[in-house]
């Protein structure tokens, strides 16, 4: 089940709400979110969610087994179930990938939506538990909604254990928190149906342009389709969070308005940056000790993360190499640089990170990188008629990337104009209606982080 389908939207989530306000305890209202859970985690595919459960279960047990254990026995125990959980990980994402580099032939499976995420959630559980920041959870119930809560497993954000475990015996679900979360619902629906799946298909329309032009809106398409699918599925999942009175973090910051490499990683897959920074880089030694390696090898791995593929690897070498060029070489002389150029120099290397993320293979990335730079054929017919059919929806776009949709909101707010909620909410409710006619029409399309 998706969050943008209309059985989501009028059915799953009105029934779930009314049922987890009726209930007259935290403990059913858990039951019911994990139960509703696991429904809408099988729903297109039943036979993966005794995945999820095993994966809970384990991870489960593990937990009380390490807050027994001490010394030497209790590493082996963590150490056995991180290698289990990434084996789970391994086994479903990469093992076609290892064949292919033997040149043997794979096995004909589907992955399972969420896996990464929710993979990431269990080891969170266990590293919090092993560094003693958190007890181990007694109540099984609680630690299966954590991995399987239906807010975020599919396309995270990934939240941390240590942040959740408060809110398990008190999430009260408040009519401001309710609001929140139905705007910010609102708000991401907005995003993916109105904007990411109308860049969807300007990307699709330029496959096979080669035009200089063509090659240079083709890239920009997918840059501005895959900010608002992820940030818009991350507000959309938060919202849900919001309404059943969980907090969940921010996932996006405005990225594109980025200064710098690392400025944009400080504000794009937050969660995903935060959960390599604590569970992989510092215990590896952070800045430390050995920085060079460190960096590397966690670009390396978010790389990876992302898919069973040499474009993803590469995608990630690329930001490690940008990150350390950045700290040892170009900090000095950005510094000294005026904003506006600090921001278009991270936007077009961004931009040209999401050519090595798109593309089918390394081959097709170069070539993508030569028609964005063929000055024999600068521009097409194609091209022209796809630029001007769409230049309101780019403009927009662009706009809406940066900060001042937020400013104005916040400007309107803290003035207090006396229309201002009316305003406000007219025009959520008229962007909430345009975007269910999207969904109607079938024009939608699945976020892009599923396959994530």
């Not at 909101?409 to 104009?417: A, I, L, S, T, V």
């Amino acid at each position: 089940m998706v969050f943008n389908s209309l059985i989501f939207i009028f059915c799953f989530l009105p029934i779930t709400w009314i049922l987890t306000r009726i209930v007259p305890t935290t403990f059913l209202k858990n039951l019911v979110l994990f139960i509703f859970s696991l429904l809408f985690y099988s729903w297109n595919d039943p036979f993966y969610v005794l995945l999820l459960l095993i994966s809970i279960a384990w991870n489960y047990l593990t937990g009380l087994e390490l807050e027994k254990e001490t010394g030497k026995t209790r590493k082996i125990v963590f150490w056995s179930a991180i290698a289990f959980n990434l084996f789970i990980l391994g086994a479903f994402k990469y093992t076609n990938f290892l064949l292919g580099i033997f040149g043997l032939e794979g096995f004909d499976f589907a992955l399972p939506v969420g896996l990464s995420f929710f993979t990431f959630s269990a080891i969170s559980y266990l590293a919090d538990v092993y560094k003693n920041d958190v007890p181990a959870q007694k109540n099984p119930l609680s630690l299966g909604l954590y991995i399987a809560f239906f807010g975020k497993i599919s396309s995270g954000p990934i939240a941390f254990y240590r942040d959740m475990e408060p809110q398990f015996q008190n999430h009260p679900m408040n009519f401001t928190l309710f609001c929140e979360g139905l705007t910010l619902f609102t708000k991401g629906l907005i995003k993916k149906a109105l904007f990411a799946d109308s860049f969807a298909l300007v990307f699709s329309s330029l496959a096979t342009n080669t035009s200089m032009a063509g090659a240079w809106l083709y890239a920009l398409s997918y840059m501005m389709q895959i900010y608002f699918d992820f940030s818009g599925y991350s507000d959309m999942a938060i919202g849900v969070s919001n309404m059943f009175g969980f907090k969940l973090k921010i996932n996006f910051d405005h990225p594109y308005s980025a200064k710098s490499i690392q400025d944009f990683w400080r504000r794009w897959h937050i969660s995903l940056s935060t959960w390599f920074r604590d569970y992989v880089y510092i215990p590896l030694g952070g800045n430390r000790h050995d920085y060079v390696r460190n960096i590397l090898i966690v670009w390396f791995l978010t790389g990876l993360w992302h898919g069973a593929n040499w474009t993803f690897i590469l995608w990630g070498l690329y930001y490690g190499g940008l990150i350390l060029l950045e700290k040892f070489v170009l900090s000095a002389y950005l510094d000294k640089l005026p904003m506006a150029i600090r921001r278009i120099y991270t936007f077009v290397l961004v931009l040209f990170g999401w050519v090595f993320f798109f593309s089918d293979s390394i081959l097709s990335a170069f070539g993508t990188f030569g028609h964005m730079f063929n000055f024999m054929n600068i521009c097409d017919s194609q091209a022209l008629f796809v630029l001007v059919g769409h230049i309101p929806l780019f403009v927009l776009g662009f706009l809406l990337t940066g900060e001042l949709f937020d400013k104005v909101e916040q400007f309107c707010f803290q003035k207090g104009f006396r229309y201002d909620k009316i305003v406000y909410t007219s025009l959520y409710l008229i962007g909430f209606l345009i975007s269910v006619a999207f969904v109607v029409g079938s024009t939608y399309q699945s976020f892009l982080y599923f396959a994530f």
